[in-house]
């Protein structure tokens, strides 16, 4: 390839050829001054700082809509009568408390674990958090929306159109707009709850948020009730199970008592000892005068064959007495009777002393039930705002114009970059 006498002579002249022939890429400072730095940044300028700021001027200045913002303070309080069950002590002293080894005691104790049941000495629901989530919740979008209200706050056409809502939008859009919108942030430290609304009105703004505080305080009494009808449907199903149980164990000791014949065990087993005691008694004196007999007069002593009849008899009764007494061949005894009576019998005073527990416990939760009440108390009503603070137009506009800036910085450094490659 060759290169002509003025080509050669041109300064600065850069040639690169393909394998296919010569194909010249060629750059000249000279030529390439319309592309300098320079020229370059201020269009960059004109487009990437100058249009967007004019753009949000134009909007935040006479387009934009203002927004306002109501505020609400409140905090969450529930109030119950209640009082911790002492019935150890009641129970201790009845029904022979001392005879069943310390039984009222126990069920002391266990009447103090039911406090549980009936939630002790808690306040109730004091904690913020239910209702602050509960706000941020799909749920209050939809009762608010349920006739289309909350949809028109949002979408009136007196709204711009880059900040209205769309009057087609679904639930969930709607839902994501609230969430955009309203804030409801608790303090730790005091334990309560701010509510801030903003709206494109005073009027919204303030009905929203009083709206929405109304709907709060129905979930809080909903709650409640749901928790005094759990309270006494878990009381009443103890009361149940304890009156199921005493009766059982009631039962089962009227049949062992027909079966056995025994009413009062402690009577039966002093009688059946007394019987064998007096007929041993009675041998031992018929023996000695057996004895007596033969001394004085022999083995054909007058009396002494009645005397060992009589003295084989009162074996035959001592042996009866001593296996009703301890087990006889079929293995009935009234010692295992009087036994099973005192089990049976135990198991009947316990399920009669959870008995009275749970009834306890059942009247208490009644009347808590009837004292349990939660509320919102709010001590800063929403208030109605007199002025919009939002958008801060200046500070909007800056905001653009330092975004507008960046991106700017950003196009002229890789410009000169790709100028400097190019030279």
């Excluded at 020229?39 to 387009?63: E, H, N, S």
């Excluded at 009027?203 to 005094?228: D, F, K, P, S, V």
């Excluded at 449907?233 to 027909?258: F, I, M, P, T």
Aim: hydrophobic letters at 45%; proline letters at 3%.
């Amino acid at each position: 390839m060759r290169t002509s006498l003025a080509e050669a002579q041109t300064p600065y002249l850069s040639v690169r050829a393909s394998g296919r022939g010569g194909l010249r890429l060629a750059a000249l400072r000279h030529q390439t001054g319309r592309f300098s730095l320079g020229k370059i940044g201020l269009a960059l300028a004109l487009v990437l700082v100058a249009l967007p700021v004019v753009l949000a001027t134009i909007y935040y200045v006479f387009l934009a809509s203002p927004v306002f913002t109501s505020e609400s303070r409140f905090v969450v309080r529930s109030t119950v009568e209640a009082s911790p069950l002492d019935l150890g002590s009641e129970l201790s002293g009845k029904d022979g408390g001392k005879s069943i080894g310390g039984l009222g005691g126990g069920l002391g104790n266990l009447a103090g674990a039911a406090d549980g049941l009936t939630g002790g000495s808690q306040t109730g629901m004091q904690d913020p958090f239910v209702v602050s989530s509960y706000m941020m919740s799909p749920e209050i979008t939809n009762l608010l929306d349920r006739d289309g209200w909350l949809r028109r706050q949002f979408s009136s056409t007196t709204i711009d159109y880059w900040s209205r809502l769309d009057e087609h939008a679904s639930q969930e859009e709607l839902f994501a707009y609230w969430r955009r919108h309203v804030t409801a942030a608790v303090d730790r430290r005091s334990n309560t709850l701010q509510l801030r609304v903003r709206a494109y009105s005073p009027e919204a703004a303030q009905e929203i948020a009083t709206r929405a505080l109304g709907l709060a305080e129905r979930m809080i009494a909903e709650i409640t009730r749901r928790q005094r009808e759990d309270t006494l449907a878990l009381a009443r199903a103890e009361v149940v199970g304890a009156e199921a149980r005493y009766e059982k164990s009631g039962l089962k000791l009227q049949q062992l008592r027909r079966t056995t014949r025994i009413v009062e065990p402690a009577q039966e087993t002093k009688a059946a000892v007394t019987t064998l005691l007096r007929l041993i008694y009675e041998r031992i004196r018929a023996r000695t005068e057996v004895l007596t007999l033969e001394r004085l007069a022999g083995n054909s002593a007058p009396g002494r064959a009645e005397l060992l009849a009589t003295i084989s008899g009162l074996d035959a009764q001592i042996k009866e007495a001593n296996g009703r007494l301890t087990g006889d061949s079929d293995g009935k005894s009234v010692l295992s009777a009087v036994a099973s009576l005192e089990e049976l019998e135990l198991e009947r005073r316990f399920a009669q002393g959870m008995l009275t527990v749970a009834a306890n416990v059942f009247d208490r939760a009644r009347r808590e039930a009837e004292h349990r009440s939660s509320f919102l108390l709010v001590y800063l009503e929403p208030t109605r705002p007199a002025e919009s603070r939002e958008p801060n137009i200046w500070a909007s506009i800056a905001f653009v114009a330092a975004l507008a800036g960046i991106a700017w910085l950003f196009c002229v450094t890789a410009a000169a970059i790709t100028l400097d490659q190019i030279g």
